[in-house]
């Protein structure tokens, strides 16, 4: 007898063998197969979520069937669940804070080091056979230059850790951190603007929410010095794209690293994705066997403590 029926996406096979001895699954992927998610997602008691949307259709479709969607990451805003709409009908909605931490920092840190040496323009010179073209790539150190991290959660604080180790200075933002765990990291909280204007890097860390909505506009970018790069491995909404590509291809700031966008995946003729100055990456920050694996397997247990009529551990949506 199993406890009931569960929508995940493809995850690591122990997942879904520990899944399996205990509930009926149905395995889809959402972006390759994103009319059969929408099909599943209402005739499921649970879900597990990575990258599938759970919209207040599937939902109300349910009938009051659907009791949970856990997220196998951090992120709850309304490219992922409709929370308003898990209140009114009392769905569970939870989420593993932390369980990607390590993997996003050292993703933010790697695309730092690419940006600043031009590793991706130089991997394609040497297989266009053009290594006389060496002297195009020379980049600068990471040592000495200014990081401004925005949102010091548990993503932006690993980064700090490890942009010291890289010999940065670090400015912070974070209206819900006391000061004195930025001074506590060697950093310095600041306002907003001067992150921008100050740094040679800027990282966003933050959630995607009414407060965030494009946070990073036209007036932040106009303040970074042309010299300087972002990097936004937090969410596409934080971030006004217009406002990015006429910062980018008018080379009023050097370049960017995206891991994520909008709308995703972006479309075919989405002007960012033309831009030689910058890298991207298909949403892979927490992409880590490690993360992964604590990802999936404490979204795992979240559902099946519902299902046995338990309350989970890690609730943003309550239905107490």
Not at 266 to 289: E, Q
Request: glycine letters at 8%; hydrophobic letters at 45%.
């Amino acid at each position: 007898m199993t406890l009931g029926r569960v929508l995940v996406e493809r995850f690591q096979p122990e997942v879904l063998d520990w899944l399996r001895a205990r509930a009926e699954i149905v395995v889809v992927d959402p972006w390759a197969e994103p009319e059969r998610w929408d099909r599943e997602a209402p005739a499921v008691d649970a879900v597990i979520s990575r990258k599938g949307r759970i919209t207040r259709s599937h939902i109300e479709k349910s009938g009051g069937r659907l009791k949970i969607v856990a997220r196998t990451g951090v992120g709850f805003d309304a490219s992922r669940i409709d929370v308003d709409a898990a209140k009114e009908h009392k769905v569970w909605v939870t989420n593993m804070p932390g369980s990607n931490a390590i993997a996003v920092a050292e993703l933010a840190m790697g695309q730092m080091v690419a940006l600043a040496r031009h590793t991706m323009a130089a991997n394609r010179a040497v297989k266009e056979n053009r290594w006389s073209d060496y002297l195009r790539f020379i980049g600068f150190e990471l040592a000495g230059k200014t990081l401004g991290i925005v949102g010091m959660g548990n993503i932006g604080t690993r980064v700090a850790l490890r942009a010291r180790a890289f010999e940065m200075q670090l400015l912070v933002h974070d209206p819900y951190i006391p000061a004195s765990h930025v001074t506590a990291l060697g950093g310095r909280w600041v306002g907003l603007d001067e992150i921008f204007a100050g740094s040679d890097f800027v990282t966003l860390h933050c959630p995607h929410n009414r407060e965030t909505r494009h946070l990073v506009g036209e007036r932040q970018l106009s303040l970074m010095k042309r010299s300087a790069c972002l990097v936004n491995l937090a969410r596409g909404g934080v971030v006004d794209e217009e406002a990015l590509y006429k910062s980018l291809s008018e080379k009023r700031i050097a370049g960017a690293a995206i891991d994520v966008l909008e709308t995703e995946p972006p479309r075919k003729d989405h002007p960012l994705i033309g831009l030689d100055n910058v890298i991207f990456s298909p949403h892979i920050g927490g992409s880590a066997r490690e993360a992964t694996s604590r990802g999936e397997r404490g979204a795992a247990e979240e559902v099946m403590r519902v299902l046995e009529g338990k309350r989970p551990l890690n609730p943003v949506v309550s239905v107490e």
